[in-house]
Each structure stands twice: as C-alpha cells, then as structure tokens.
C-alpha cells in the first residue's frame, strides 16, 4: 500500500520503545493521525530534522485498517517555528494550541481551514507581545470551523439586536450573548440551567470587529486589555465546548477563569 502524502503539525509525541515513538500528526488534509514513527529516536533516524511537537513538516503515512495507528514513511521538517523556543511564555501558548486541537478535532476528520489558522498562529508567536494576537486569531478559528461560532452581534434568543449597553449576559448553552436585564448579573428567568457569564460591551464589539475584520481590524483598537479580556472569554467557552479543561490553559490564562 503506497503511503498517503500530506503536510502536518505535530502536536503528540509518546516514547514506544528505545529506537520508536508514536505522535499525533495534525495533517492538513485527514485531521489528526496518530502513527508509529519507527527508528525516530535512533542517531541517524530515517525522519529529515526529527519529530518534535511543535514543528510542521511534510509526511507520508500508511493507515492500517486493524490498526490505530497509522506508519509515518516520511517526515521531512518544514518549519521548526523558532519563536516558540525563545520564550516560556510564548512556548507555553504553543503548547496551548496543541493542547486545544488535540481535544477539539476528531482524529482523521480533516479542518483544512483551521489547519492553516493553526500554521498562521504558531508563525505569529514569535515573541510575548505576540501572544494575544495569535491566541485570538487560533481560538476564532478553532470555534468557527468546529461549528461553535459565538452570536455576537444580536440577541442568541431572538435574533433581535442587542439594545445599548455597558455589559451583556454571555450563554455558553445557547452559544451567545443575551441582554443583562438584572441588577444583580444574575440569568434572566427563561434561560437555559447553567451559568451564564457577564461581559463588557467593549469586548463584544472587539470580537465582533474581529469576526468582520480579522486581526488587521483590531489592530488599533486603543483598550490594551481589550485582546485579553476577549481570549479569556473565548477559551472559558472554549472549556464549555469541549468539556475539560486543557492542562495548558490556566498557566496561559491563569486560574480565575470564570465557572
């Protein structure tokens, strides 16, 4: 069986024996493969620049049907993604990012638009101011192409427009934001159980320029706490999603995210 060529990022790397270890290959056209890379761990390996999480390179693979894991042929190093390896902060974000698409894509189920989201992103971390910019951009693109895009720009419920407001009401159940009609914060009757979080206005107009506009419409946009107030609202409902909280994300964002 020839194997199937295509270009990936390595998000997983397991140790299977002394000479081999097994990843996770998110690829551009099947999603994620998990596969045996043998002799990667030998000095004079057979894969062009070794297979380390974080890097992008291209891949042949033989999916074997009495198999989980597939057999990576080849694996030629493309990017290595420098910026990631300069700073803990930056590093971590990078780990974040695999961490997200791990639990968010369905292995050999292919998001070609977000694996080039994904690309983009890891090229933007290249130093810790960096930092926002890339994480709102992969976290958009993450709940867009997965089918969870947030409604913003009006009433989840009615499809009305939102009325002017200092903070609105966000519903990780219904997937958007409702008006804050109560004093106290606390969910209007109606709403689906659960919790429901309170965010500025500000915010929503930031992701709401970010959605029409990407990164290029939110670059002068004066508020310097508006880009981390926006990720933290995207990766609280990204936990909502995708039911656990990735290890990387309170030592990206911290641990007071909102429940």
Known sequence: MPPVMDEAICIRQWEWSETSQTVALFSRAMGIVRA???GSRRPKAPYSGGVDVLTRGRIGVIVRPRSDLALLTEWDLVESFPGLRSN??????GLYIADIIHHA???HDPHTALYDATVESLRLLRGPGDVQPALLKFQWSVLVETGYRPVLDADVRTGEALPRARAFLFNPALGGVTPDVSADGAPEPGLPAGRTWRVRSQTIDFLCALDAGGLAAVSQVTDPHAPERANRLLATYLRYVLGVEPPTMPV???PR???
Do not use: E, Q
């Open 36 to 38: 045996l890379a043998k």
């Open 252 to 254: 990206v964002f911290g």
């Open 88 to 93: 803990l902060r930056v590093h971590n974000a």
């Open 105 to 107: 894509i369905h292995d």
């Open 257 to 259: 995210l909102p429940r």
